[in-house]
């Protein structure tokens, strides 16, 4: 199981220090004391390493205080269960078979899980889901939040053509638009789209953390989208400013590309691509974007575009 790892270390004085070794994930709410991260890097880097051997030298407390921390442990090859270990005020959130779960240590100093089926999971400031993210193989940084998603969570179709607002899990936490860095405009015309072609890979999408679906068709996206009569899907959203227009924006693969397209909505449509700041689409304007783009269009409602699979032969 080898999970795409980003991290955001936008504001001045991020709350984490992160560790991530192909086997351990640890994630410590503490300045950075170059002593123990070396010997903690050592650890956790070791060919054998383990949950249960890095918790013996992690500091349950710093200067007298409750240290904060998690670890996360990788399954080995063949296994798909994480260990997960919270301590103090450390706290994970995790999405596992199409459930959100809070992980956190309550009425106890430290808890301790296994989970299966985890295709999402994130720890720290929920509102830096919108600020600049970098992606972390290996290594040692500091950061505001930490997002792993699993490469290995497959892609599904809604139920019906339609989906409604209950069908939409939600973070539970609105971010205003106030709260966001300001997006640039787009000053070139965006590239045009990509002519149809023979598609090698199937990209698809998430909305608001809910679980994964395929972009085997063009989905409409909005209060009420209305399907044009060269078909596609239609996905309702909330929002109760009315910010999202009734057809606000238009997600699509064309070969192996995916286009984003805003449909002339009211207040725009902002995106982040990987590696690149806030970017806001002109009315009707398209994209080409990546995997690991985040979309916004105002309420909330963020999509992301999800890595692409193969698609096997004759399909």
């Known amino acids: 199981m080898n999970p795409s790892i980003r991290y955001s270390a936008s504001t001045e004085s991020p709350d984490w220090v992160l560790l991530v070794t192909r086997r351990i994930v640890l994630a410590l709410n503490s300045a950075p004391d170059t002593a123990l991260i070396h010997k903690l ?27 904060p921390f998690a670890v996360i442990g990788l399954p080995d090859d063949g296994a798909t269960a994480l260990t997960l270990f919270v301590h103090a005020g450390a706290g994970l959130d995790v999405l596992a078979s ?20 985890v295709t999402h999971l994130s720890l720290g400031d929920p509102a830096q889901i919108h600020a600049p993210a970098l992606p972390l193989a290996e290594g040692v ?38 709260d966001l860095p300001r997006p640039r405009d787009l000053d070139e015309p965006a590239p045009l789209a990509p002519a149809e072609g023979p598609r090698s890979l199937l990209f698809g999408y998430r909305l608001n953390g809910s679980q994964p679906f395929a972009l085997d068709v063009p989905h409409y996206f909005g209060r009420n989208p209305k399907r044009p009569p060269a078909g ?25 590309n995916v286009v984003v397209t805003d449909l002339k909505s009211t207040n725009g449509t902002s995106l982040i691509v990987p590696g690149a700041s ?10 080409v974007v990546p995997a690991g783009t985040f ?9 992301e575009i999800m890595p692409g699979q193969p698609i096997a032969a004759g399909h």
Request: aromatic share 4%.
């Open 295 to 303: 979309i916004d269009i105002g309420d909330g409602n963020v999509i």
């Open 98 to 117: 199409g459930a959100r779960r809070r992980i956190v240590a309550e009425g106890s100093p430290w808890f301790r899980t296994s989970l299966d089926a």
């Open 232 to 256: 596609g899907r239609v996905v309702v959203v909330q929002s109760s400013t009315k910010s999202v227009s009734a057809t606000h924006v238009e997600v699509e693969q064309l070969g192996d």
């Open 41 to 67: 890097w050592a650890v956790a880097s070791a060919e054998d390493a383990s949950v249960d051997r890095v918790l013996r030298d992690v500091p349950a407390e710093v200067s007298g205080a409750a240290l």
């Open 278 to 287: 806030w970017q806001r689409l002109a009315a009707g304007q398209s994209l």
């Open 141 to 178: 940084v500091r950061a505001a939040r930490l997002d792993m998603v699993f490469a290995d969570e497959r892609l599904t179709q809604p139920r019906t053509g339609s989906m409604s607002a209950v069908d939409v899990a939600h973070d539970g936490h609105t971010v205003l638009r106030s």
